[in-house]
């Protein structure tokens, strides 16, 4: 017979009221000493660790299978070649990331090559000619405006720090190192 004895916790054994309290309260700890030890033993229970082992197995087969497939297509991708010299592989971490936004607009614009800057503005028809407008020497590209324009300040700052820092000065590293990023953001002068 079950019987609400104390906060809820029925009974299945038939209360005979004239047991006395003391048989009744040894019940009672017999019963939370059982529940404490299915609990404990439910935590530790190895098929709910395999089972947890087996997901977490599962979950990088098909993170690598999803990474492996997404590089092949970037990789052969007829599109993004020069986000592609930045940022080779693919991966699910943020590329870049700053709290200063105009900082974060400007260096995620330049890693794009999606920017202010003559190459892109002509091949979208905003400006006639592509070529750099402080040596008129070559083609503005970012990598000129960063890396090659012989009259350029912001170049002379960008080629001084990465000798500093024995930093090969190619596009894809200026464009991926936190400190020449910084030399970057303070030395240019212009709208990006
Ligand atoms: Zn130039």
Redesign the pocket.
Known sequence: MGYDFTGGRSFDFPIDFSMGLTTVQRYCAACDERGDRLAQNATKNETAENLDLEILENNIIVKKYIIDKWQNIWKCCPRGHFYRTIEPKVSFCIKYEDKNRKKKATITRLRLGKCCINEYLAMMEIVDSDK???????V?TVE??LL?????DL?RAVLIACKQMKITPTIGNVLADDKIIDVIFRKNTRMI
């Open positions: 750099c407008s402080i040596c008129n020497s070559a503005k000129h405006f090659q324009c012989p009259s350029s170049c």
